[in-house]
């Protein structure tokens, strides 16, 4: 990045993360005695409704071939005409991670010859990239791993503009290979990482953490079952202190959770076959899905020649990265770089700083956007003060149990964050307990939240015992059922205090609050004539 442009926070790590997280525990049980060296290559779709050399439309599920402009058809005599949204979106990336602009880049044409691509070529940017020299730093938090959240930091080697190519379909039973155009000449970003990973579960981390800062950009949808957001991790293995392996690429893995699934089966299969004495051959793979495997695709040991050249008919692109603004210059960086929103590790800081909770959960609240969002309108609702370390723990201890025992992802659940907030107040005014508040949840997840959590309560009998003269009542009468019990605890056995407190939980379906349970029954036990 230019001096005059500033350091954005996805760099910066907030001292107290840093100082627990810098130091990795041991999350992968694969022997010391192999070590896997992984980098990714992401293409994000630019958000824009146009192509990034023609007016076409760029609408996803568009009926075939009706969002293709003369130009995308490769019609002889049309040119390419660049979309400056496209330059500002990606000017604005590189900028939120931390790249240096380049203040003239170049275009240039990629050959090879596919169906998809009628031109015969790719408009891309290889000699002179848009951007380059970027970090990413981001948490990875292992998944069902009794460890602490850690930070890991990628370099990202560069940051292109390209257009993208056709689909082509293919018909078993006619036997013949159609195209599609419609996402021939779609605006990506292609952002290449260096080999800084280790793990499956890091690739993941970094692809999440890139969904939240390109989504708050505004510059992809990230949406991967549509395609927007497309994956290819190069992966080797090496015994330490010896030169790094023989790589293969996988290719268009789509989901999060899919890269560090791919990346794990691959790092064992190569690892098996050295332990074998074979040799891993250097090619292209694809992730099945299905098969929780990746397949062989095509071999590399033949370089491709692409034939690089310079897109004659597309001028040096011009960005300011000064402070004074040339007239021929299409994009002014300084400008976009002071209008970026906060980043994913800002918003992790200030969680931290100004509602008192702990790093573990300001990761967990901010890596999933409808949950952040959730929280930030619960806690921020005007004229209620709720306890933001009680509204952070429902969230994540209750309400995404429920999901996943339901197995449903979170943006597909109706239930409304008021909802939510009202169990909360629930919860805080003592008039549920965590175990009623699952019950709650669970039923209106059942109904879609077309019932509000009080309603849901009450009808159900769900709130709790509150009544002293009850909770009374109900430690004597377990006190004169179980004397044997009674007998052991006043003879030194304080486990059976609560044996009995347990029985009250039991009796009353866990709707009293067992702390002040568990007092009064110490209390009257304690007295020496209890009737």
């Known amino acids: 990045m230019s001096r005059n442009l500033p350091l954005r926070s996805s760099q910066l790590l907030f001292t107290i993360s840093r100082r627990n997280?810098?130091?990795?525990?041991?999350?992968?049980?694969?022997?010391?005695?192999?070590?896997?060296?992984?980098?990714?290559?992401?293409?994000?779709?630019?958000?824009?409704?146009?192509?990034?050399?023609?007016?076409?439309?760029?609408?996803?599920?568009?009926?075939?071939?009706?969002?293709?402009?003369?130009?995308?058809?490769?019609?002889?005599?049309?040119?390419?005409?660049?979309n400056r949204k496209c330059v500002e979106m990606g000017v604005r990336t590189a900028l939120a991670l931390g790249c240096t602009i380049n203040p003239i880049s170049m275009f240039d044409r990629k050959h090879y010859f596919y169906a998809d691509l009628p031109a015969g070529y790719q408009i891309t940017q290889q000699r002179a990239p848009l951007a380059k020299g970027g970090l990413l730093t981001f948490p990875v938090l292992v998944p069902r791993v009794a460890q602490k959240p850690y930070y890991k930091s990628a370099r990202l080697h560069q940051l292109q503009l390209e257009q993208d190519s056709g689909k082509s379909l293919h018909d078993p039973i006619e036997r013949k290979s159609l195209v599609d155009l419609?996402?021939?000449?779609?605006?990506?970003?292609?952002?290449?990482?260096?080999?800084?990973?280790?793990?499956?579960?890091?690739?993941?981390?970094?692809?999440?953490?890139?969904?939240?800062?390109?989504?708050?950009?505004?510059?992809?949808?990230?949406?991967?079952?549509e395609g927007a957001l497309r994956v290819d991790a190069n992966i080797s293995v090496h015994q330490e202190n010896t030169p790094l392996g023989t790589r293969t690429e996988v290719k268009n893995i789509g989901s999060v959770r899919a890269v560090a699934q791919a990346i794990e089966f691959e790092i064992e299969r190569q690892v098996n076959i050295l332990d074998g004495g074979g040799i891993i051959t250097n090619e292209t793979r694809a992730w099945d899905a299905a098969g929780k495997r990746t397949i062989a695709m095509r071999d590399k040991e033949v370089v491709q020649d692409y034939r690089f050249m310079?897109?004659?008919?597309?001028?040096?692109?011009?960005?300011?990265?000064?402070?004074?603004?040339?007239?021929?210059?299409?994009?002014?960086a300084v400008h976009i770089a002071s209008s970026l929103p906060e980043l994913p590790e800002e918003t992790r800081r200030q969680i931290v700083e100004v509602h008192s909770l702990t790093p573990?959960?300001?990761?967990?609240?901010?890596?999933?956007?409808?949950?952040?969002?959730?929280?930030?309108?619960?806690?921020?609702?005007?004229?209620?003060?709720?306890?933001?370390?009680?509204?952070?723990?429902?969230?994540?201890?209750?309400?995404?149990?429920?999901?996943?025992k339901n197995k449903m992802a979170i943006e597909d659940c109706r239930i409304p964050w008021s909802?939510?907030?009202?169990?909360?107040?629930?919860?805080?005014?003592?008039?549920?307990?965590?175990?009623?508040?699952?019950?709650?949840?669970?039923?209106?997840?059942?109904?879609?939240?077309?019932?509000?959590?009080?309603?849901?309560?009450?009808?159900?009998?769900?709130?709790?015992?509150t009544d002293p003269n009850r909770i009374e009542a109900l430690c004597r009468d377990v006190i004169e059922k179980n004397p044997k019990v009674v007998e052991k605890y006043r003879k030194g056995k304080e486990k059976m205090l609560y044996a009995l407190a347990g029985e009250i939980a039991k009796a009353t379906e866990q709707k009293v609050h067992m702390a002040k349970v568990v007092d009064l029954l110490k209390k009257m036990l304690n007295k020496k004539n209890i009737q």
């Not at 890091?202 to 949406?223: D, P």
């Not at 008919?313 to 299409?330: F, I, Y």
């Not at 409808?370 to 806690?379: D, G, N």
């Not at 004229?383 to 999901?403: D, G, H």
Request: net charge negative.
């Open 360 to 404: 573990e959960m300001a990761i967990i609240l901010v890596n999933d956007i409808t949950l952040h969002s959730h929280f930030h309108s619960i806690v921020s609702e005007p004229n209620k003060t709720r306890s933001p370390k009680t509204v952070a723990n429902f969230l994540i201890n209750e309400f995404l149990t429920i999901l996943n």
């Open 21 to 82: 997280y810098a130091t990795k525990a041991a999350a992968h049980p694969r022997s010391n005695r192999w070590k896997s060296v992984i980098g990714l290559e992401v293409h994000a779709q630019i958000q824009t409704t146009s192509k990034l050399f023609s007016g076409a439309e760029v609408a996803f599920s568009s009926p075939i071939n009706s969002c293709v402009s003369l130009f995308d058809a490769s019609t002889p005599g049309t040119l390419p005409a660049l």
């Open 182 to 225: 419609n996402r021939a000449g779609v605006p990506l970003m292609e952002l290449v990482f260096e080999p800084d990973l280790e793990t499956g579960e890091e690739a993941a981390a970094l692809v999440k953490e890139l969904i939240l800062i390109l989504t708050r950009l505004g510059s992809c949808s990230c949406k991967m079952e």
């Open 310 to 332: 310079p897109e004659p008919n597309l001028p040096p692109l011009h960005v300011n990265v000064e402070g004074e603004c040339d007239v021929d210059v299409l994009v002014d």
């Open 419 to 465: 909802h939510l907030a009202e169990l909360t107040d629930m919860l805080q005014d003592d008039m549920i307990n965590p175990h009623l508040a699952r019950l709650i949840l669970q039923h209106s997840l059942e109904r879609e939240g077309t019932e509000s959590p009080a309603e849901i309560a009450r009808a159900n009998d769900w709130l709790m015992i």
